[in-house]
């Protein structure tokens, strides 16, 4: 991250330089002509803040005005940049009018705006300006804390030039924490980057302020340590350049330092002279702080030369600009102003906190559920296929232990026909409910084998019984059945209930109808199954068949699947059995 140097705020210094007054006067007016036909866009934004730029020396309640222009418009659009830009030109007024709590405030809204923007001018910025409210407010240690952070990118990025105004900015810093030796050492440090920065040949503007800027600081470090005379001879090294580039907030300056200095050597003349000569720069009254530094000098220089009148003419002076800086409602705004960042800082670390707890919540329950769940599914999986194991076990079973028994003894009754005739009847009766129960046995192992799970087996199993049973009786079968049901399960249970169902269902209609066709058509809509079984045979009464035997096996299997069940007939008219349930 580069950032520089003429991108940052130090203390005293908000601006570069301002260019000769004609030219200047010439380019603000230009600007405000441009200004009407402008967009209500970043452009238009751009112009207000360069109005604003232009006007900070010579009118600095003009800059305040057009800077808080560009803001307004800046939020209306929801220009982040916009908006920290117009309170970068905000500040550089505010800080000429001496309107620090106002600054302050300004400041605390454009910090973060500064660090979003993710932009070196605009963190220097951010960071400079911070510095430069708690500087002017007299909290110098929260100050240097600002500026170091600027510091450390200059000398991590090792960019001399940067460096080299940023050691002299830092002097009236050290200056006020009364670490005299570090404001020297800074000064010298910065004095030493500068010449070694063979750009500062030039006659440019930016190499005059450069010059002057260390000369004017290195002239403050001496005076901190009592060397006069090294002192007053860079404060005059500074003065050509600042007249030079109109930099007339920074020659305010360079009269009082020369004046307390001149003062503490005694010669009070060249004191009064300098202090005075602030007074008549032009600048003085829209600068309260260079004002309020000359007159506490001919202040006290009056009071020492025992002139009472004048004394008190400078007092009074003082006094009102003291006030209108730090009268007690800004005293209190500020104080307002620190208490709001405390609290906000509090309740930012307060909701921090309860964000996190809340979150360790939300994740201990999710982690728990999750838990839960795949122990569930695990359990089910488990019991699944414990289900499937037992029912494969069973199916195995049947088949092999019971079924090989009864053809064993189908197979006994054949010899026993052939070697005793009389017994013939009654064995053939034997045999007969072998075949049965060897049938009923088949179906059973069908229902419980899991492989048969799948409604499509069924649908084939059926359809094969049907053809069978019906063929041997001449009887046409026409079956019919949806393709989405072949996709379907369906429960062990309703597979077996289906599948005999509709096995009494045939039996009967190949038995008692007398029929030269049945139809058979299953269905389903919004998981419910539907089978219809038509047959145009002799029909009969329902009400006698129903009140008999007849009808028990298909009420058993009806009642089990939990299903719609209902028989249509009219003799000589046919019979249809109707089934429908739901898939579980």
Not at 99 to 108: H, I, M, P, T
Not at 349 to 362: C, K, S, V
Request: with cysteine; net charge positive.
């Amino acid at each position: 991250m580069k950032i520089p140097v003429r991108y940052i705020f130090l203390p005293a210094i908000f601006l570069i330089f301002s260019f000769g007054t004609h030219a200047q006067n010439k380019y603000i007016d230009s600007l405000k002509k441009a200004l009407p036909t402008q967009k209500a866009d970043s452009n238009k934004v751009r112009t207000l803040i360069n109005i604003s730029e232009s006007y900070k020396f010579s009118a600095p309640d003009s800059a305040l005005v057009y800077g808080k222009r560009a803001l307004s418009l800046s939020e209306k659009l929801n220009l982040d940049a916009g908006i920290f830009w117009s309170i970068v030109a905000i500040n550089k007024a505010l800080y000429l009018l001496g309107n620090y709590a106002l600054e302050l405030d300004y400041a605390f809204k454009a910090y973060p705006l500064g660090i979003k923007l993710n932009d070196p001018q605009a963190f220097g910025w951010a960071n400079g300006m911070m510095g430069d409210c708690y500087f002017n407010l007299g909290e110098y240690g929260t100050a240097i804390s600002y500026y170091r952070k600027i510091l450390r990118v200059a000398e991590k990025e090792k960019r001399l030039n940067d460096l080299s105004s940023l050691y002299s900015a830092l002097v009236p810093v050290f200056i006020s924490l009364h670490q005299n030796d570090s404001a020297l050492i800074y000064a010298k440090k910065g004095y030493e980057l500068l010449k070694q920065n063979p750009s500062l040949n030039n006659r440019d503007d930016n190499s005059k302020y450069a010059k002057s800027f260390s000369f004017r600081f290195l002239g403050e470090a001496y005076a901190s340590k009592a060397e006069y005379d090294s002192a007053l001879f860079y404060y005059r090294l500074s003065l050509p350049f600042y007249e030079d580039i109109q930099m007339a907030t920074s020659k305010i300056d360079v009269y009082n330092g020369m004046a307390t200095v001149y003062k503490e050597k005694n010669k009070l003349d060249s004191a009064t002279w300098y202090a005075k000569k602030a007074l008549t720069e032009k600048m003085i009254k829209a600068y309260p702080i260079g004002l309020l530094k000359a007159a506490n000098t001919l202040t006290a220089i009056y009071e020492l030369q025992n002139k009472p009148d004048s004394t008190l003419k400078y007092l009074r002076i003082a006094f009102s600009v003291k006030d209108s800086l730090f009268n007690r409602g800004k005293t209190v705004a500020v104080q307002n102003i620190f208490l709001k960042e405390d609290e906000k800082k509090r309740a930012v670390r307060e909701a921090e906190t309860t964000l996190q707890n809340r979150y360790r919540t939300y994740l201990l329950v999710a982690l728990l559920l999750i838990s839960f769940i795949i122990a569930g599914v695990i359990i089910r999986n488990r019991r699944i296929k414990q289900l499937q194991n037992m029912r494969n076990s069973i199916a195995d079973d049947l088949h092999d232990d019971i079924g090989s028994t009864l053809s064993s003894i189908s197979i006994m009754s054949e010899l026993a026909k052939a070697k005793s005739p009389e017994a013939s009847s009654l064995l053939t009766s034997i045999e007969e409910s072998t075949g049965a129960i060897q049938e009923n046995m088949s179906d059973i192992v069908w229902a419980v084998n899991p492989k048969n799970d799948r409604f499509e087996n069924v649908l084939q199993r059926m359809n094969q019984f049907a053809s069978e049973i019906l063929d041997a009786k001449n009887i046409e079968l026409d079956f019919t059945s949806d393709a989405s049901l072949s996709a379907l399960k369906i429960t062990m249970g309703q597979r077996k209930n289906l599948y005999l169902f509709f096995k009494e269902a045939i039996n009967n209609a190949a038995k008692y109808s007398e029929a030269k066709k049945v139809s058979v058509s299953i269905s389903q809509r919004d998981r419910q199954v539907e089978m219809n079984i038509i047959d145009d045979g002799k029909g009969f009464d329902t009400a006698k068949i129903f009140g008999g035997n007849g009808m028990s096996t298909l009420k058993k299997r009806g009642a089990e699947l939990c299903a719609d069940f209902k028989i249509q007939s009219l003799l000589k008219e046919g019979t249809v059995v109707k089934l429908k349930f739901k898939i579980t």
